[in-house]
């Protein structure tokens, strides 16, 4: 891609953080959260988007002229978005921890690794922030409709 599409890219990536952080801002609080409150990880995920945004940018600025030759890299990108959108889409059905180790697996698959290495990797990450969140943070998982969840 251009250095004119690298900069457009970025600034895509702000807004869209920027909107996401303005819908996790309304989140309704209850009287039962914590001092984080329910919209505290998805502004922090807003944040990181809008820093990578602005890193795309900074780097396009840096790098001078245009350069070619980027498309894969930029259709690389574009599948990731789509597991991501998958994602999103299959967590009400799947739950966190089917969601989770299901995403792991496919964004190491879609990087390249093949093998028992893939589903060993995506039952460690599901694992390790079923862990964190629920055994460190106190915080559950909701296990999604499939299962009887919300």
Known sequence: MTRAGDI????GAIALAGGYGAMASVIPKSLLSDAVGPGGVP???AGLMGLAGAGVILRAMLAGKGREGDAPDHLRAAGLLALLVLYVLAVPLLGYPLGIAILAGAVAWFAGARGWGV????LG?????????VLVLGIPFPVGRLFGGY
């Open 8 to 11: 457009a890219l970025g600034l």
């Open 43 to 45: 502004i922090v995920i």
């Open 119 to 122: 589903a060993a990797f995506a």
């Open 125 to 133: 990450l599901a694992l390790f922030f079923w862990g964190a969140f």
